[in-house]
């Protein structure tokens, strides 16, 4: 059976929207291999008290420890937002196979910096439910300001 990349998408959000409830940025992630998830995980900076504690790693960490292995080849990561220049790194090294993301991040986005952050053999898919991804982040933003 075929999931489509929104399928994957909506449970990231969902993530995203978990880490909104808890006062995290909202940002959410789930790993997938042959269209099963194998992590799924939020931002929990604040949570942790640790600025390294992005989605990204938390679902890298998780996956690894599910495949008993340290690359991610076969696998695509579903994120709400672009991934950071320390997230792409992770990902570089983990060597994940696709990575597909909702917004774009205007302010630390890898592709900011250079978009060969990433694995030479790492394909990538913008704006999947980026409307959605974006409309969580404004408003949990618009909620600090307020």
Excluded at 32 to 53: G, M, P, S, Y
Excluded at 95 to 111: C, E, L, M
Aim: glycine letters at 6%; aromatic letters at 10%.
């Amino acid at each position: 059976m075929f999931f489509s990349h929104e399928y994957f998408m909506n449970i990231a959000l969902s993530e995203a929207e978990t880490a909104f409830e808890k006062g995290e940025i909202p940002v959410g992630v789930v790993v997938v291999l042959n269209n099963k998830i194998i992590a799924k995980a939020h931002n929990l900076t604040e949570t942790l008290n640790d600025v390294t504690a992005h989605a990204e790693m938390q679902a890298l960490t998780s996956a690894f420890h599910y495949l008993g292995a340290k690359y991610l080849n076969d696998c695509i990561l579903y994120v709400t937002l672009e991934p950071c220049v320390m997230c792409a790194g992770a990902l570089y090294w983990a060597q994940i196979g696709r990575i597909v993301y909702g917004a774009s991040d205007t302010n630390r986005g890898y592709s900011l910096v250079n978009a060969a952050l990433l694995h030479p053999k790492t394909e990538v898919v913008k704006g999947v439910l980026e409307n959605e991804s974006n409309a969580l982040l404004k408003q949990f933003f618009s909620n600090l300001r307020g």
